[in-house]
């Protein structure tokens, strides 16, 4: 490896990524091939962070961004440009944190040196908390949701004319569920209205909305004071984007699945406490920094890390209908989807020969010009559905229509008929998400950003992945897992369509592996078509409904635990014959070490808890796992000593959930154990503890 630095090592005001002189306002980065500028000239108490007065804290500042490539810290050598990259934006996030909540810490009175441990430990709570740039570093959510109601406040009769004017406002599919910074109908509107007074909606660029706001430019009302909070891309709430591209519509209340949070990886945590505690190494350069305060909050977590995982976690689907939705959605795979498919591409190569939009085409010659007879037996009729749930969505906000209850029931009628050619092209996608989802275990980001091209390796026996949650230094490492035969078939199925319309000379976006076809064409997959096609899928095979009536409205995280929950349920459903079948695998141990392998280990820790709760709870246990009568009287123990009872089905199904889930930490195994005989190999769940329990 290569020294960069022959510079003191005691001195961070120099470094090969500075085009300009330390004490320069502006500051010039050059790393790798990307190139930008830090303005120093931010707000900062009365003045400017580059006042005399407040020498010593600009100072800080510089040497601290110079610090994270200086040799001091990097051991001298010579590191890769994203590694560069990501350290600077850390700790530029630090110094935009500390800009931002100067007052409440006194920074430009006292500067650093005044931090206490209590200031530290509430920084790295706030850092810990949140996986994305935005929320950890600026507050994002909270900061947006408290200057949309001051825009309401202030301009209370725009609002109002604003409301009577634009009736669009009411047009948003999106699930309530899924909203992130209000359940609040109510509010969500009027905040509509606000950013259409403001003009901050535009008409191009998004795949799903007609209209949806500008991040950028709020960016620059909430953030100019920072060095770089404008650039920091913000996640797009849905909830404030109206008139849908496409409309749909779901048959039943969803059960609730998840919380909003999402806690940052271990990685992400480490990463960012190193670059923070860096600070401790200016004092080497005589600068007044509080090192006992770092010193003694180094081994201290600002949040505990599984806590924060809790508040993610989703809510696990019951097995058998998990189950009928794989049994589906293989059958339509097989049945139905080339033949659609084609179908579709005949539609629209039409209609560009014809230079018309495809459902004006359809219109004018009809849709069974396009079908094979196999597409008609199936009963497709008409091009798309959605004329017929204009004004009924599922969805309502304050001065929407009511929902026509007759039409809604027609239109789920001649859905499940399979009338609409495009709602079942949207079903048929969504059986491939669904399926290939619950077989790879993988993210639902990962899944989006798949290609047909590139999607399996050379051999094709291999799926590869960019993984989502990043390795070392922040990288996403790519990964290549398994390819189940199924899942290889899908690809292909991708591969074809997409081959076909670009042949046609369909204008696309850049090819992923799950583009939805639309009423105007392909739309680029994105967590709304994801989810949309996912949930078409759960209405169209009658998906399982709770002890409420609401339908499980299934979401990836849920599929990723599918393979371990077959696995584990195995003996009672019979599930691993299936299960051989969909990998390839010969025996039940073979379908074990797929499982291991792909499926992460804190899923699995998931399904585990949720298993055993669940054959505890319902008393069958006995059946259906292997369990000492020492192993079970330390059960009982353990919950006679904090639920009061050794009675397993009296206690909250839940809540007994996350308390097994905290016994696997400490010791309590539940893994299979496999048993050799003439037919193969079979096995049984054992439950065990380990030896010195409890902890």
């Known amino acids: ?168 406002l009411q047009e948003n599919d999106l699930p309530i569920e899924d909203w992130v910074l209000t359940p609040d109908s109510e509010k969500v509107l009027r905040w509509r209205a606000a950013l259409s007074v403001k003009r901050l909606y535009s008409s191009k660029g998004h795949p799903d909305f007609k209209r949806h706001y500008s991040s950028t430019k709020i960016s620059k009302v909430l953030l100019k004071d920072t060095l770089r909070g404008q650039a920091v891309i913000k996640p797009l709430y849905r909830e404030l984007c109206y008139a849908p591209v496409e409309r749909t519509i779901r048959e039943k209340d969803p059960v609730p699945v998840r919380s909003d949070d999402v806690r940052p990886t271990e990685v992400t945590v480490r990463s960012r406490r190193r670059a923070f505690f860096s600070l401790e190494l200016l004092a080497e350069a005589g600068m007044r920094i509080p090192v006992d305060v770092l010193v003694n909050c180094k081994d201290k977590r600002g949040i505990e890390s599984k806590s924060i995982r809790a508040l993610g976690r989703y809510a696990t689907v019951p097995f058998k209908h998990l189950m009928a939705g794989i049994r589906n959605g293989i059958d339509m795979v097989y049945d139905h989807s080339e033949k659609l498919f084609d179908a579709y591409v005949c539609v629209l190569s039409d209609a560009i020969k014809r230079k018309m939009a495809p459902a004006a085409l359809v219109q004018s010659v009809g849709v069974q010009h396009f079908l094979s007879k196999d597409v008609l037996n199936l009963g497709v009729a008409e091009w798309s559905l959605s004329s017929k749930i204009s004004g009924a969505s599922s969805v309502r906000l304050p001065g929407d229509a009511r929902i026509n209850e007759t039409r809604v029931a027609q239109y789920f009628s001649d859905f499940r008929a399979n009338r609409g050619m495009v709602e079942l092209l949207r079903v048929m996608v969504g059986a491939m998400e669904y399926d290939f989802g619950a077989m790879t275990a993988r993210r639902q980001g990962e899944l989006i950003d798949l290609t047909p091209q590139g999607a399996l390796d050379e051999t094709g ?150 298993f055993l709760a669940d054959v505890l709870t ?78």
């Not at 016994?663 to 309590?668: D, Y």
Request: glycine fraction near 8%; aromatic fraction near 14%.
């Open 1 to 168: 490896m290569e020294v960069f630095y022959e510079g003191g090592l005691n001195s961070f005001e120099e470094g090969d990524i500075l085009g300009v002189d330390y004490v320069s306002p502006i500051w010039a980065i050059s790393v790798g091939n990307l190139n930008w500028k830090i303005d120093w000239r931010v707000r900062f108490g009365d003045g400017l962070l580059t006042d005399r007065a407040f020498a010593d804290t600009w100072k800080i500042f510089r040497s601290w961004l110079i610090l994270q490539v200086h040799p001091r810290f990097t051991g001298g050598y010579l590191t890769d440009p994203a590694v560069k990259r990501g350290a600077i934006n850390r700790v530029t996030g630090f110094i935009d944190y500390l800009l931002l909540h100067q007052d409440k810490y006194k920074l430009p009175q006292f500067g650093l040196s005044a931090l206490t441990e209590n200031d530290v430990l509430n920084i790295l709570r706030d850092i810990e908390s949140h996986a994305d740039e935005a929320a950890a570093f600026y507050n994002w959510k909270r900061k947006l949701a408290q200057w949309l109601d001051s825009v309401v406040d202030e301009n209370e009769p725009e609002i109002e004319r604003e409301l009577e004017k634009n009736k669009e």
């Open 461 to 610: 026996r291999y799926v590869g992945f960019k993984n989502r949650k990043s390795g070392a230094h922040g990288l996403r490492q790519f990964e290549l897992r398994p390819a189940p035969p199924l899942c290889r078939d899908i690809v292909e199925l991708s591969k074809k369509l997409h081959l076909n319309l670009e042949q046609a000379g369909v204008k696309m976006p850049p090819h992923r592996l799950f583009d939805l076809p639309g009423v105007a064409g392909i739309r680029a997959v994105s967590t709304s078509t994801y989810n949309e096609a996912l949930d078409a899928f759960c209405d169209y095979v009658s998906f399982g409904l709770d002890s409420k009536g609401r339908r499980w409205y299934v979401r990836q995280h849920q599929l990723r635990r599918f393979f371990a929950l077959a696995f584990f349920y195995g003996t009672k459903y019979g599930n691993v014959s299936t299960l051989r079948w969909m990998l390839g695998h010969s025996d039940a141990e073979h379908v074990w070490h797929y499982i291991t392998g792909s499926v992460p280990g804190e899923i699995l820790d998931e399904v585990r808890s949720y």
């Open 618 to 695: 319902s008393g069958s246990w006995k059946k259906e796992i292997e369990i000492s009568e020492s192993a079970f009287c330390k059960l009982g123990d353990a919950t006679q000593t904090v639920f009061g009872t050794r009675n397993f089905s009296l206690i909250d199904s839940d809540t007994f959930e996350l308390f097994i889930a905290g016994l696997l930490r400490k010791g309590l195994s539940v893994n299979p154990h496999f048993i050799s005989d003439a037919s193969g190999k079979s096995y049984r769940i054992a439950v065990t503890f380990s030896e010195g329990w409890p902890r």
